[in-house]
Nanobody, 128 residues
């Protein structure tokens, strides 16, 4: 069992920055990859960024490429999402998730169905 707790959400003006944190507890060593997802009103949940915990390889949605950075601190069992140049379109509930490879692994670390554990989310609101 993996417990995930997000923090760092809040309100920020367009063009500003925000850093989200995801503190993991439990069987974190068993998580092969960690991801950040978001869901805005009227939209489906979207994979934002993911990181392979073993090697640090990252993946990003096109919508955040170059603006957001996912990183990890394994010693602290924490994953971060550094958000720069945020825009109103980034307003959403942001969720942290953890997953493991399985026989059904399809090489899509931004697909929510590949994740087993989820945090409750933290709200990010970007004002113009």
């Amino acid at each position: 069992q993996v417990g995930l707790v997000e923090s760092g959400g809040g309100s920020v003006q367009a063009g500003g920055s925000l850093r989200l944190s995801c503190a993991a507890s439990g069987a974190t060593y068993s998580s092969h990859f960690m991801g950040w997802f978001r869901q805005a009103p009227g939209k489906e949940r979207e994979g934002v960024a993911a990181i392979y915990t073993g090697g640090g390889t990252t993946s990003y949605a096109d919508s955040v490429e170059g603006r957001f950075t996912i990183s990890q601190n394994n010693a602290k069992n924490t994953v971060y999402l550094q958000m720069h140049s945020v825009q109103p379109e980034d307003t959403a509930m942001y969720y942290c998730a953890a997953g493991r490879y399985s026989d059904r692994w399809d090489g899509r670390p931004l697909a929510q169905y590949n994740y087993n554990f989820w945090g409750r989310g933290t709200q990010v609101t970007v004002s113009s």
